[in-house]
């Protein structure tokens, strides 16, 4: 384990079970239709590399950035879109793929301007959820495992950019970003 790791939450075989229910669900339920892919960039990616190859309908892929929490551990409750799809996704079912959903904040507003933008469908894929968080109410359509109100880290999510690398989902430990006080 890392040094800067508290514990272990996900190992990576759970993750990978966690990522072929989810493909099953998404395989069932489009019944083979196409699908776009849409990554949320970037701590989605090692999830949705993984999740993509389980899929079997014929499956385009695009990237979406959205501002993050930089430095800091607590949403800043607006998003601020720093990267677009390339392509109009009138008439296309879209699934949305994110790593972690906390305040909803960000796949809420996602999802409405897709639907804005008339996909035919537009439904939400988040590996973690992080319910007890919640501030507004969006509809999850494939949701990997709910974790505890704690900091986690590794398969694609980071503090300050790093830790992205590990192939497990841990939580951070406090020392890393809290500064002691005597
Ligand atoms: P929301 O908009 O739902 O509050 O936040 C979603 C985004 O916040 C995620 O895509 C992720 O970037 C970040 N986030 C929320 N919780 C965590 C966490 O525990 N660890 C990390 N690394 N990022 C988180
Ligand atoms: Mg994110």
Known sequence: MHKDVEKILINETELQEIVQNIAEKINSDLNGEPLLVVIILKGSTPFAMDLIKKLTMPVEIDFMQVSSYGKSTASSGFINLKKDIEQDITGKNVLIVE????????????????????????????????????????????????????????????????????????????????????
Request: with cysteine.
């Open 99 to 182: 790593d972690i959903i906390d305040s909803g904040n960000t796949l809420n507003k996602i999802k409405k301007l897709f639907e804005h933008r008339q996909a035919k469908s537009v439904k939400i894929c988040a590996l973690l959820d992080k319910p007890s968080r919640r501030v507004v109410d969006v509809d999850v359509d494939y949701s990997g495992t709910e974790i505890p109100d704690e900091f986690v880290i590794g398969y694609g999510l980071d503090y300050a950019e790093q830790y992205r690398n590990l192939p497990y989902v841990g939580v951070l430990k406090k020392s890393v970003y809290e500064k002691v006080v005597d």
